[in-house]
């Protein structure tokens, strides 16, 4: 497989390309501010992504899934890029989030997982999901053996007609049965879950932030509320007004009794560092279109972020 190395202008943050004849993959290393301190990577779990999300690079199409081998070559070599030892990093986070659903690659999640946990013991291992409708007892298990194991849900959108339009895909969790979920996760790992918001125009009000709480008890769950990010190559990636949003709804939420951190990554402007920009894969696709399927998203209107000022 080919590996491409793009590195920000912004020094704390990388991506590497993965290509062959039958996927591409993307991956995403950060530091914080040191690798030594803390060091965060954001890995695939498929090449392009069924779900079809309407932010997302990867929204319009799917290749396949990745291997266990496949996920665990993208953590090793990103850690191999940092020159420290892993088992030395005060800090060191491992998502499963650049690309790809990856509750629906159960077998290389699992292989994935069990892997870096023997490997990296000290390691968070972080899956985030949108809830796809399926058997969450595997999950349960898998979560209960490896105890660095953290669940979060992407919620975005405060009710389920909303988050229908934002994620296409049909056979996924209501807003409802994700805090069924994540309040059984959480009984039985004794962890708390995630939930990540994508804080826009339009779903920002207090009416949005009573919606969520009254789906989402703050004693059980986290809240990330994410910066949106331009999917599009050259166009603005971000700007102060989605970070005046996130920052705003985030207040809303703290009034509300939830922990909440903001998500607002380095590297949107000039290597697509960003959840969902995916320039990359974007790229391979159009010169393989006989290597896609369409995704649930396939010919629905794209989510823009607007410019302002």
Known sequence: MDIRRIDSAE???CKFVYTSDTAVFESVLYKYPTY????????????????????????DAFVRSATAEEIVEQVEYSLNQTNVDPNTMKRLQIMFM???????????????????????????????????????EWLMELSERIPTIGLQFSIHESTDEARGKLIPFKAKLTIAEIAEKGAEWSERTGRRPFFNYCAGDNNSTDVDADNILAALVPETWEATISVICERNEGLPARNEHQRDLASDFSGKLLERGFNVRVFDPAGQEDIGGGCGQLWATQKWMKNNPDKIHPSAGRGLPVVHVPVVG
Request: proline share 6%.
């Open 98 to 136: 650049s690309m790809g659903e990856p509750l629906l690659n159960k077998k290389g999640l699992i292989g994935a997982c069990e892997t870096l946990y023997a490997r990296y013991p000290n390691a968070a291992l972080l899956i985030s999901s949108i809830g796809p409708r399926m058997d969450y």
């Open 36 to 59: 030594q301190e803390r060091t965060v990577i954001c890995c695939s779990t498929m090449s392009g992504c069924p779900v079809g999300c309407r932010f997302c690079g990867a929204g």
């Open 11 to 13: 020094n704390d943050v």
